[in-house]
Every structure is written in C-alpha cells, then in structure tokens.
C-alpha cells in the first residue's frame, strides 16, 4: 500500500471504520513508513484530546465544586431526613416481627416466674370476678 | 478502580473527594466535546456546569441502559441543542475554523501535519450536526454502544453513520492527504 492510500484511510482506522484487510494494510505500511506513522500519531492525538488541549479554567472547577458542595453537603435536616426515608432491609423487618411475636408467646409466662404476687393477685381477680355458688339463686 | 456510578452515590450523599474523582475523569473530554459545538469557552465552561450538576441532581438514573457517562454526554448534547434552539443556529455554527487553505507544496513534515490538523479541524467544522455529533462523541472516548444510547438510535445505524462521517472527512482531506 502506497502513502496516498494509507492516509486516506488514517481516518477510517482512527475510527475503527475500515475492513480487516484494509486495517493491516495500513498497519503493515506504518511499520515501514515513518512519515505516514507520524501523521497518523498526530491526528491520533489530536482526536484523542478532542481537538482542544486545553480544559475547562480552575475557576470553572471551584464554581462548580462549591455548586455540588451546597447541594449536597450532609446538614443535620438532611442527615435526618435521609435517616427517617431510609429504606428498611427485609432481614431487620422479619427479626423485629419474631422479637414482637416471641414476646407475646412467653410473656404471660414469664411475668408469672418473675412476679408471682401479681400473678396470684390477677389470679384471684380472676376468681372474685366468677360468681360464687352462694350467689346463683335458683328460681 | 471505583466506577463511576458508586462514585455517582457517594457525592449525592455529599462526599466531595468522590467528586473530584467523577471531576478528573470527565470534565476534560466532556468540556472538549462542548467546546467543539459552541462558540465560546464561556459557553463551553456554563454547559459543563449546568450537565454535570443536572446530572448529578437526577432523581432517578436508571444505570441499566447505560452507563453514567452516557447519562451525563446525553445530557450535555441536550443542552447544546436547547442553546441552539434558542440562540438560532446560525449564531453556534462552528465558527472556530473557517474554510481551510489549500495545502502548501514543497512543506516539510511538521508544517504538513499542523496543516493536516487544521484541515481536519475545517473539515469536522463543516460536518453536519447528526455526523458531528459522532465524531466529538467518539474523540471524548464514547464506546460505540454509549454513543447509540446517548444519540438514541439503534447501533446499526450509528454503525452506518459512522461510515458516511469517516467518508466525508476522507473526501474533505483528500488535497492534505495526496503524496
């Protein structure tokens, strides 16, 4: 491949447009070619840098840093906000709902091993509460 | 490396060295790509700063269709567009380089490839808007999957576009690039 064909396809390679065979074509001719290769790694660079070198002013950057920094530096309203619009995982939900359940099942139980005055004074609660024989009157 | 939709997280949770990373990595290709369509570095400058807080002030970025990079060139394309439209686009028309000179005979190698260079610059100048999108898109290091998300077009049609750009520039270079 001649000089004329390898830098009309340095465009086509650069952007990864060309067949195969035209790619090492080109590949083949830029090992042997120091002119083409240097045309070819100038319009590389080129593209690659967008055609600026030049990026966007300090000041630019401080602006928007400090644009970024208001709106979303933690202040204590949002910490709260975000700590009450948290999202609860399904583990934590489930392990609360068998903490609640356990401690309807062995509550009453419970109460009765460490209290067991208030358990007999609801006990007898419960038996001043039936109705006596003596009180039934049969008609 | 950290990506960058976790580096994406932590600044909307207000860490600011995440947003230096997020900065560093793409504010110097995002500002090329603006540059390239608008008149000015002041516009260029104005557009980054609205894209990238736009971008990070969404509510909801849905990361499966792509990737933050995408989300943000998508962006930043519409508010070119948008300036264009309210600014008319004779004003944005790519006025850095005008029409390029006819190559001069008998130049040596470095003078041939600024001349190249500068030619190459004319040459995208001219492209239309749809092609030059491709080629700016494309030089800020977009794969071609990210380029078919942020243009909104099916990837075989980037593909068939991405041809007929490369051709364009190919017949335009052609004085600059005859031995």
């Known amino acids: 491949m001649d000089c004329s064909l390898t830098l009309g396809n340095l465009i086509g390679y650069q952007f990864a447009t060309v067949s195969d065979e035209e790619r090492q074509q080109v590949e083949a001719h830029l090992v042997e070619c120091t002119s083409c290769l240097r045309s070819y790694l100038a319009l590389k660079a080129h593209a690659d840098r967008g055609g600026d070198a030049e990026g966007p002013s300090e000041a630019a950057r401080l602006k928007l840093r400090a644009a970024v920094a208001a709106r979303f530096r933690p202040t204590p309203t949002r910490r709260v906000g975000r700590l009450l619009t948290r999202p609860v995982p399904l583990y934590q939900g489930l392990a609360v709902a068998a903490v609640v359940a356990l401690a309807a099942a062995l509550g009453p139980a419970l109460a009765r091993v460490v209290h067991p005055a208030l358990s007999a004074h609801v006990a007898e609660r419960v038996d001043t509460a039936r109705p006596s024989p003596e009180s039934i009157t049969l008609y | ?179």
């Open chain 2, 1 to 179: 490396m950290e990506s960058d939709e976790a580096l994406y997280a932590r600044v909307k949770k207000g860490d600011m060295r995440a947003f230096d990373v997020l900065y560093a990595r793409h504010a110097s290709r995002l500002f090329g790509f603006l540059r390239a369509q608008l008149p000015s570095r002041a516009d260029a400058e104005d557009v980054l700063h609205e894209a990238i807080l736009a971008t990070l002030e969404s509510a909801e970025v849905v990361f499966d269709r792509g990737s933050f990079r995408t989300w943000l060139y998508r962006i930043a394309r519409n508010l070119v567009l948008n300036r264009a439209r309210s600014k008319g686009r004779g004003e944005l028309a790519m006025v850095r380089f005008g029409a390029s000179e006819a190559p001069r005979s008998g130049a040596d190698d470095d003078v041939a490839h600024v001349e190249l260079l500068r030619a190459l610059d004319g040459a995208v100048a001219r492209l239309p808007q749809p092609l030059s999108d491709l080629y700016h898109l494309r030089t800020s290091g977009l794969t071609y999957e990210e380029m078919a998300v942020v243009l909104g077009i099916p990837l075989g049609t980037l593909k068939s576009r991405m041809n007929q750009m490369v051709n364009v520039l190919r017949e335009e270079l052609k004085p600059w690039t005859a031995p």
